[in-house]
Protein backbone atom coordinates (compact mmCIF):
# COMPACT_ATOMS: atom_id res chain seq x y z
CA UNK A 1 0.00 0.00 0.00
CA UNK A 2 1.42 3.45 -0.54
CA UNK A 3 1.67 5.65 2.02
CA UNK A 4 1.49 9.11 1.13
CA UNK A 5 1.55 12.18 3.97
CA UNK A 6 0.40 16.21 3.47
CA UNK A 7 1.56 18.85 5.82
CA UNK A 8 -0.52 21.37 5.66
CA UNK A 9 -4.36 20.95 6.15
CA UNK A 10 -5.03 24.54 3.61
CA UNK A 11 -6.17 24.96 0.46
CA UNK A 12 -3.56 23.24 -1.38
CA UNK A 13 -3.30 20.96 0.83
CA UNK A 14 -6.25 19.45 1.34
CA UNK A 15 -7.19 19.55 -2.88
CA UNK A 16 -3.86 17.91 -3.21
CA UNK A 17 -5.10 15.19 -1.34
CA UNK A 18 -8.35 15.43 -2.88
CA UNK A 19 -6.34 14.68 -6.15
CA UNK A 20 -4.29 12.25 -5.10
CA UNK A 21 -7.12 10.19 -3.56
CA UNK A 22 -8.26 10.27 -7.49
CA UNK A 23 -5.60 9.65 -8.80
CA UNK A 24 -3.89 6.51 -7.38
CA UNK A 25 -5.67 3.59 -8.82
CA UNK A 26 -4.11 0.67 -6.65
CA UNK A 27 -4.52 0.78 -2.37
CA UNK A 28 -3.49 4.03 -0.59
CA UNK A 29 -3.01 5.48 2.40
CA UNK A 30 -3.34 8.84 2.86
CA UNK A 31 -2.49 11.61 6.26
CA UNK A 32 -2.81 14.48 6.17
CA UNK A 33 -1.09 16.82 8.98
CA UNK A 34 -1.32 20.30 10.34
CA UNK A 35 0.25 22.16 13.38
CA UNK A 36 -2.96 23.85 13.81
CA UNK A 37 -6.19 23.08 15.13
CA UNK A 38 -7.78 24.12 12.08
CA UNK A 39 -7.63 23.95 8.05
CA UNK A 40 -5.11 26.26 7.08
CA UNK A 41 -6.00 30.27 6.38
CA UNK A 42 -9.97 29.88 5.68
CA UNK A 43 -10.95 29.27 8.50
CA UNK A 44 -14.73 29.69 9.35
CA UNK A 45 -14.95 30.77 13.73
CA UNK A 46 -18.51 29.40 15.08
CA UNK A 47 -19.89 31.86 18.03
CA UNK A 48 -19.43 29.91 21.41
CA UNK A 49 -23.07 30.80 22.35
CA UNK A 50 -24.82 29.50 18.74
CA UNK A 51 -22.93 27.33 16.13
CA UNK A 52 -24.98 28.52 13.45
CA UNK A 53 -23.47 32.27 13.81
CA UNK A 54 -20.34 32.10 11.95
CA UNK A 55 -17.61 34.57 10.40
CA UNK A 56 -14.66 33.79 8.27
CA UNK A 57 -11.72 35.25 9.39
CA UNK A 58 -9.41 34.25 6.79
CA UNK A 59 -10.32 34.86 2.78
CA UNK A 60 -13.64 36.66 2.58
CA UNK A 61 -14.96 35.71 -1.28
CA UNK A 62 -13.42 34.67 -3.97
CA UNK A 63 -12.95 36.44 -7.39
CA UNK A 64 -12.45 34.78 -10.49
CA UNK A 65 -10.87 36.04 -13.50
CA UNK A 66 -11.66 34.99 -17.03
CA UNK A 67 -8.23 33.65 -17.21
CA UNK A 68 -8.78 31.46 -14.43
CA UNK A 69 -12.76 30.63 -15.04
CA UNK A 70 -11.32 29.10 -17.90
CA UNK A 71 -8.51 27.44 -16.61
CA UNK A 72 -10.18 25.89 -13.78
CA UNK A 73 -13.79 25.50 -14.84
CA UNK A 74 -13.93 22.02 -13.09
CA UNK A 75 -13.29 23.04 -9.88
CA UNK A 76 -15.41 26.13 -10.25
CA UNK A 77 -18.64 24.44 -11.45
CA UNK A 78 -17.61 21.25 -8.80
CA UNK A 79 -17.77 23.53 -6.19
CA UNK A 80 -20.95 25.38 -7.40
CA UNK A 81 -23.19 22.21 -7.83
CA UNK A 82 -22.43 21.29 -4.75
CA UNK A 83 -23.62 24.71 -3.37
CA UNK A 84 -20.36 25.21 -1.61
CA UNK A 85 -19.62 28.55 -3.81
CA UNK A 86 -22.82 30.86 -5.01
CA UNK A 87 -22.20 34.13 -6.33
CA UNK A 88 -21.30 37.16 -4.06
CA UNK A 89 -24.49 39.66 -4.66
CA UNK A 90 -23.98 41.51 -1.59
CA UNK A 91 -22.92 44.75 -1.59
CA UNK A 92 -18.99 45.60 -0.81
CA UNK A 93 -17.92 49.17 -0.80
CA UNK A 94 -14.79 50.14 -2.74
CA UNK A 95 -14.37 46.71 -3.74
CA UNK A 96 -11.80 47.16 -7.59
CA UNK A 97 -13.89 44.91 -9.94
CA UNK A 98 -12.28 44.06 -13.31
CA UNK A 99 -13.92 43.49 -16.43
CA UNK A 100 -15.23 40.04 -17.03
CA UNK A 101 -14.48 39.04 -13.08
CA UNK A 102 -16.79 36.89 -11.27
CA UNK A 103 -17.10 37.21 -7.15
CA UNK A 104 -18.30 34.11 -5.13
CA UNK A 105 -18.80 33.56 -1.50
CA UNK A 106 -19.24 30.35 0.27
CA UNK A 107 -22.85 30.48 2.13
CA UNK A 108 -21.57 27.94 5.13
CA UNK A 109 -18.59 29.51 5.37
CA UNK A 110 -14.83 29.92 3.96
CA UNK A 111 -14.03 26.47 5.70
CA UNK A 112 -16.71 24.34 3.73
CA UNK A 113 -13.99 24.49 0.72
CA UNK A 114 -11.12 22.61 2.78
CA UNK A 115 -13.95 20.62 4.54
CA UNK A 116 -15.00 19.50 1.33
CA UNK A 117 -11.49 18.70 -0.74
CA UNK A 118 -10.64 16.56 3.18
CA UNK A 119 -13.90 14.63 2.75
CA UNK A 120 -12.93 14.13 -0.95
CA UNK A 121 -9.69 12.67 0.14
CA UNK A 122 -10.71 10.28 2.31
CA UNK A 123 -7.37 11.31 4.53
CA UNK A 124 -6.66 10.58 7.99
CA UNK A 125 -6.67 13.91 9.44
CA UNK A 126 -4.68 15.38 12.16
CA UNK A 127 -4.57 18.26 13.82
CA UNK A 128 -2.06 20.13 16.27
CA UNK A 129 0.79 17.90 14.62
CA UNK A 130 3.48 19.98 13.97
CA UNK A 131 6.30 17.98 11.99
CA UNK A 132 10.09 18.61 13.06
CA UNK A 133 12.25 16.47 11.13
CA UNK A 134 12.01 14.43 7.94
CA UNK A 135 14.64 11.55 7.25
CA UNK A 136 15.56 9.26 4.56
CA UNK A 137 15.81 5.92 5.77
CA UNK A 138 15.29 2.16 3.66
CA UNK A 139 14.43 5.08 0.48
CA UNK A 140 11.15 6.06 2.55
CA UNK A 141 10.33 9.32 4.72
CA UNK A 142 10.24 8.99 8.27
CA UNK A 143 8.64 12.02 9.26
CA UNK A 144 9.04 13.03 13.06
CA UNK A 145 6.73 15.31 14.70
CA UNK A 146 6.54 17.14 18.20
CA UNK A 147 4.42 14.39 20.04
CA UNK A 148 4.42 10.43 19.18
CA UNK A 149 6.07 8.15 17.50
CA UNK A 150 7.82 8.94 13.94
CA UNK A 151 6.05 7.42 11.07
CA UNK A 152 7.28 6.17 7.79
CA UNK A 153 5.62 7.40 4.31
CA UNK A 154 6.34 6.44 0.49
CA UNK A 155 6.08 9.94 -0.84
CA UNK A 156 5.51 13.31 1.11
CA UNK A 157 3.91 16.85 -0.12
CA UNK A 158 4.45 20.56 2.45
CA UNK A 159 2.01 23.03 1.89
CA UNK A 160 3.11 24.76 5.23
CA UNK A 161 4.64 28.31 4.36
CA UNK A 162 8.32 28.45 3.54
CA UNK A 163 9.59 29.66 6.55
CA UNK A 164 8.49 26.72 8.24
CA UNK A 165 10.02 24.58 5.36
CA UNK A 166 13.19 26.03 6.15
CA UNK A 167 12.88 25.00 10.16
CA UNK A 168 12.35 21.36 9.42
CA UNK A 169 15.32 19.28 10.80
CA UNK A 170 16.87 16.08 9.70
CA UNK A 171 18.22 14.83 5.90
CA UNK A 172 16.22 17.81 4.72
CA UNK A 173 18.61 20.33 5.76
CA UNK A 174 21.10 18.63 3.26
CA UNK A 175 17.88 17.65 0.41
CA UNK A 176 17.98 21.47 -0.04
CA UNK A 177 19.80 22.96 -2.59
CA UNK A 178 21.49 26.36 -1.95
CA UNK A 179 19.63 27.60 -4.84
CA UNK A 180 16.46 26.10 -3.55
CA UNK A 181 17.06 27.65 0.06
CA UNK A 182 17.55 30.96 -1.24
CA UNK A 183 14.48 30.62 -3.26
CA UNK A 184 12.65 29.24 -0.12
CA UNK A 185 13.62 32.50 1.73
CA UNK A 186 13.02 34.93 -0.95
CA UNK A 187 8.99 34.63 0.16
CA UNK A 188 7.46 36.70 1.90
CA UNK A 189 4.62 37.58 3.77
CA UNK A 190 2.27 40.19 4.92
CA UNK A 191 0.93 39.93 8.39
CA UNK A 192 -2.34 40.88 9.74
CA UNK A 193 -5.12 40.10 12.32
CA UNK A 194 -8.74 39.44 11.98
CA UNK A 195 -11.49 40.08 14.67
CA UNK A 196 -14.71 37.95 14.52
CA UNK A 197 -17.36 39.57 16.61
CA UNK A 198 -20.74 37.45 17.51
CA UNK A 199 -23.97 39.18 18.54
CA UNK A 200 -27.25 37.82 20.10
CA UNK A 201 -29.73 36.78 17.83
CA UNK A 202 -32.47 39.27 16.83
CA UNK A 203 -30.12 42.44 17.18
CA UNK A 204 -30.11 44.61 14.14
CA UNK A 205 -27.01 46.56 12.52
CA UNK A 206 -28.55 49.04 10.58
CA UNK A 207 -25.67 49.31 7.74
CA UNK A 208 -26.48 49.74 4.02
CA UNK A 209 -23.67 47.51 2.66
CA UNK A 210 -22.31 43.88 3.75
CA UNK A 211 -18.39 44.89 2.93
CA UNK A 212 -16.59 48.09 3.44
CA UNK A 213 -12.81 48.31 1.93
CA UNK A 214 -11.24 51.48 4.57
CA UNK A 215 -8.80 53.57 2.45
CA UNK A 216 -7.54 56.13 5.35
CA UNK A 217 -7.52 54.24 8.46
CA UNK A 218 -4.28 53.36 9.63
CA UNK A 219 -5.57 49.95 11.79
CA UNK A 220 -8.88 48.66 9.76
CA UNK A 221 -8.37 47.75 6.47
CA UNK A 222 -11.65 45.55 5.74
CA UNK A 223 -15.20 45.57 7.67
CA UNK A 224 -17.77 42.58 7.25
CA UNK A 225 -21.31 42.00 8.00
CA UNK A 226 -20.14 38.69 7.64
CA UNK A 227 -23.84 37.08 8.41
CA UNK A 228 -25.19 39.77 5.26
CA UNK A 229 -22.08 39.15 2.92
CA UNK A 230 -22.95 35.18 2.46
CA UNK A 231 -26.91 36.07 2.88
CA UNK A 232 -27.40 34.25 6.21
CA UNK A 233 -29.17 36.60 8.01
CA UNK A 234 -31.59 34.82 10.52
CA UNK A 235 -34.01 36.08 13.33
CA UNK A 236 -32.43 32.65 14.83
CA UNK A 237 -29.12 33.94 14.67
CA UNK A 238 -27.07 37.05 15.45
CA UNK A 239 -25.22 39.18 13.11
CA UNK A 240 -21.89 38.98 12.35
CA UNK A 241 -18.93 41.21 11.87
CA UNK A 242 -15.22 41.03 10.83
CA UNK A 243 -12.91 43.51 11.16
CA UNK A 244 -9.42 42.87 9.27
CA UNK A 245 -6.08 45.11 9.74
CA UNK A 246 -3.96 47.18 7.19
CA UNK A 247 -0.30 45.57 6.53
CA UNK A 248 0.79 47.90 8.21
CA UNK A 249 -0.70 47.60 11.91
CA UNK A 250 -0.48 43.80 11.50
CA UNK A 251 3.23 44.38 10.82
CA UNK A 252 3.85 46.78 13.90
CA UNK A 253 1.98 44.44 16.37
CA UNK A 254 2.45 41.27 15.49
CA UNK A 255 4.10 40.43 18.71
CA UNK A 256 1.62 42.05 20.60
CA UNK A 257 -0.90 40.30 23.72
CA UNK A 258 -4.28 39.36 21.88
CA UNK A 259 -5.67 41.43 24.03
CA UNK A 260 -3.74 44.59 23.68
CA UNK A 261 -3.93 44.13 19.76
CA UNK A 262 -8.12 43.20 20.35
CA UNK A 263 -8.63 46.34 22.21
CA UNK A 264 -6.85 48.34 19.75
CA UNK A 265 -9.04 47.10 16.66
CA UNK A 266 -12.32 47.85 18.85
CA UNK A 267 -11.26 51.35 19.48
CA UNK A 268 -10.60 52.54 15.69
CA UNK A 269 -13.63 50.16 14.54
CA UNK A 270 -15.90 52.49 17.05
CA UNK A 271 -14.57 55.46 15.29
CA UNK A 272 -15.46 53.83 12.29
CA UNK A 273 -19.12 52.67 13.22
CA UNK A 274 -20.01 54.67 16.43
CA UNK A 275 -23.08 53.15 18.25
CA UNK A 276 -21.86 49.24 17.96
CA UNK A 277 -24.14 46.99 19.87
CA UNK A 278 -21.83 45.07 22.16
CA UNK A 279 -21.17 41.74 20.88
CA UNK A 280 -21.75 38.53 22.88
CA UNK A 281 -18.72 36.87 21.62
CA UNK A 282 -15.11 37.69 20.27
CA UNK A 283 -12.68 35.86 18.14
CA UNK A 284 -9.20 37.62 17.59
CA UNK A 285 -6.82 35.11 14.92
CA UNK A 286 -3.39 36.37 14.24
CA UNK A 287 -2.23 35.80 10.43
CA UNK A 288 1.76 35.44 10.73
CA UNK A 289 1.34 34.14 7.20
CA UNK A 290 -1.33 36.72 5.59
CA UNK A 291 -0.47 36.86 1.95
CA UNK A 292 2.30 36.04 -0.25
CA UNK A 293 4.02 39.11 -1.09
CA UNK A 294 6.99 37.91 -2.78
CA UNK A 295 6.70 34.05 -4.15
CA UNK A 296 9.35 32.14 -4.95
CA UNK A 297 11.22 32.99 -8.15
CA UNK A 298 11.13 30.29 -11.53
CA UNK A 299 9.62 27.77 -9.46
CA UNK A 300 6.30 25.98 -11.33
CA UNK A 301 4.09 26.30 -8.65
CA UNK A 302 5.86 23.50 -6.60
CA UNK A 303 9.87 23.02 -5.85
CA UNK A 304 10.78 19.39 -6.35
CA UNK A 305 13.35 18.65 -3.13
CA UNK A 306 13.77 14.86 -3.89
CA UNK A 307 12.64 12.64 -6.65
CA UNK A 308 12.58 9.11 -5.59
CA UNK A 309 11.17 8.99 -3.20
CA UNK A 310 9.37 12.05 -4.16
CA UNK A 311 9.21 14.77 -1.56
CA UNK A 312 7.55 17.65 -3.00
CA UNK A 313 6.40 21.59 -1.49
CA UNK A 314 3.59 23.11 -2.62
CA UNK A 315 1.19 26.18 -1.81
CA UNK A 316 0.90 29.78 -2.31
CA UNK A 317 4.56 30.65 -1.53
CA UNK A 318 5.03 29.02 -5.22
CA UNK A 319 2.05 30.66 -7.02
CA UNK A 320 0.15 33.71 -5.66
CA UNK A 321 -2.18 33.83 -2.49
CA UNK A 322 -5.69 33.55 -3.93
CA UNK A 323 -7.91 30.52 -5.01
CA UNK A 324 -6.80 30.25 -7.90
CA UNK A 325 -2.99 30.49 -6.91
CA UNK A 326 -3.62 27.51 -4.88
CA UNK A 327 -5.25 25.60 -7.56
CA UNK A 328 -2.72 26.08 -9.54
CA UNK A 329 0.07 25.35 -7.34
CA UNK A 330 -2.06 22.08 -6.66
CA UNK A 331 -1.87 20.70 -9.91
CA UNK A 332 1.76 21.70 -10.61
CA UNK A 333 2.62 19.32 -7.41
CA UNK A 334 0.36 16.38 -9.00
CA UNK A 335 2.22 17.33 -12.43
CA UNK A 336 5.31 16.26 -10.30
CA UNK A 337 4.29 13.35 -8.88
CA UNK A 338 2.69 11.55 -11.82
CA UNK A 339 5.10 9.01 -12.50
CA UNK A 340 5.88 8.28 -8.68
CA UNK A 341 2.22 7.33 -7.56
Not at 90 to 107: L, T
Request: proline fraction near 5%; aromatic fraction near 8%.
Amino acid sequence: MLRVLVVGAGLTGSLCAALLRRAVAGPLYLALWDKEGDAGRMITAKSPHNPRCTVDLGAQYITCTPHYAKKHQDFYEELLAHGILEPLTSPIEGMKVQEGDCNFVAPEGISSITKHYLKESGADVFFKQCVTQINLKNNKWEVSKETGSPEQFDLVVLTMPSPQILELQGDIVNLISEFQRQQLASVTYSSRYALGLFYEAGMKIDIPWAGQYIASNPCIRFISIDSKKRNRESSECGPSLVIHTTVTFGATHLENSEEDVQKLITQQLETLLPGLPQPVATKCQKWRYSQVTNSAVNCPGQMTLHCNPSLVCGGDGFTHSNFDGCIASALSVMEALKNHI
